[in-house]
């Protein structure tokens, strides 16, 4: 890839999303997995459900399909809301049970370009954007309702093989990234070649794993393989998770705080990328690229300034599988990406690398504001030039080999 400080700044999205169809398994699920597709249905309540190997999914409250891309819509109730709490016209925890109503469905609550590659592709000459790497909604869902390694590998390959023809046609400006399950990694190792080979960029996993095993175990080690001899990265993304293993579970009658619930959310993701560094996973692949996906940018300065401190001064730094320190890894072959509108951002820059973050807008999910590329043109405009191209778009051109022309 070649920068060109005369061209204008290229601008990549490197964490989108779309909406899936509702009737994606069933189409591309192979037979004999069709029955067990995850599919929308219609509750005795009149509202819409998540349906995984014929069970009604636990983890999706009533009323959360037809927010899924809503993006900015809610501002307004949430504000009155507020104000009903703070005034005592009700409790700060009855604002979780303020749900839509029976008709505001799935579809209904779709976003132009959420579901729509042509609209997709006109929304990002609408706002200046040459391509989004996109990641999927129902399937940051469905995950944490089987613990059935088969299963969720055969759904994760359907939607892979949708994906790819989801973006076919849009000229590389819609990029496509593989699901994989970590639940038996020679199947995902093999799903991964099959679907690069159809055209998908990288692969994302979620932050916890059906086998329990941390991220960073040995036995993952034919998925990284795989990804190092492709060159394609590897990321950790945000997703629901089982009640189990998930960050929230450590105090009672807690479920309605969703503000608390939402901030503690990228936990998870921190905690499996950290298990990398404890297997020392870059030593053994160094080629192998990783990115940190939907979890902000700014802790990234202060969580490698105390793994560096706990690894060089203390005797836990032994427990760590690595010849260097962890800042040098994550310098040489890890990528994260941060909100538009972190505060803090330039400063983080400055101290981890101009060359290892990206910016994701999140469109269309609703626990995002709307304003992205306003917030995003103000974070970037007190960077350094270099360091405004790199965050833009170059640094996402650069680690998922995308045509920066």
Request: net charge neutral; glycine share 10%.
């Amino acid at each position: 890839m070649t920068k060109n400080s005369d061209r204008d700044p290229l601008i990549i999205d490197a964490d989108g999303h779309i909406l899936e169809p509702p009737d994606l398994w069933e189409r591309y699920l192979e037979p004999r997995f069709r029955d067990r597709a995850v599919r929308i249905k219609v509750g005795d309540d009149g509202y819409e459900y998540v349906e995984v190997d014929r069970k009604r999914a636990r983890m999706t409250p009533r009323g959360t399909l037809a927010t899924l891309g809503g993006m900015g819509r809610a501002v307004g109730i949430s504000k009155a809301l507020r104000r009903k709490a703070l005034g005592g016209a009700m409790r700060p925890e009855d604002a979780r049970r303020m749900r839509p109503n029976p008709e505001d469905t799935y579809i209904r609550g779709a976003a132009f370009g959420s579901m729509d590659a042509g609209e997709r592709l006109r929304l990002l000459d609408g706002e200046g954007i040459a391509i989004a790497i996109l990641y999927p909604t129902l399937g940051l869902l469905w995950e944490a309702e089987t613990y059935d390694i088969e299963l969720s590998d055969a759904l994760a390959r359907a939607y892979n093989r949708w994906i790819a023809d989801f973006c076919r046609d849009s000229g590389g400006r819609l990029v496509p990234i593989a699901h994989l399950s970590l639940g038996d990694p020679l199947a995902a190792a093999s799903e991964l070649e099959r679907a690069v080979a159809d055209g998908c960029r990288g692969a994302f996993v979620a932050p916890f794993t059906i086998t329990r095993k941390p991220h960073g175990h040995p036995d993952h080690d034919p998925v990284f393989a795989t990804a190092q001899a492709l060159g394609v990265p590897l990321a950790i993304h945000p997703t629901f998770e089982p009640s189990a293993v998930n960050v929230h579970h450590r105090f009672d009658n807690f479920g309605w705080a969703t503000w608390y619930r939402d901030m503690f959310a990228p936990a998870g993701v921190v905690q499996a990328f950290a298990t990398l560094f404890q297997f020392g996973v870059p030593d053994r692949f160094p080629r192998l690229k990783f990115a940190v996906l939907e979890s902000g940018g700014g802790w990234i300065a202060q969580w490698l300034g105390r793994a560096d401190s706990i690894f060089e001064s203390t005797r836990l730094g032994a427990s760590v599988r690595l010849r260097e320190k962890p800042s040098y890894y994550f310098r040489r072959q890890f990528y994260i990406a941060a909100e538009p509108g972190e505060p803090l951002l330039g400063a983080v820059i400055d101290l981890v690398g101009e060359d290892r973050f990206f910016w994701a807008s999140d469109y269309p999910h609703a626990d995002h504001p709307k304003g992205y590329m306003r917030e995003l043109r103000a974070t970037a405009a007190s960077m350094s030039e270099s360091a405004r191209r790199a965050i833009l778009g170059d640094n996402a051109a650069l680690a998922y080999g995308l045509d920066s022309t």
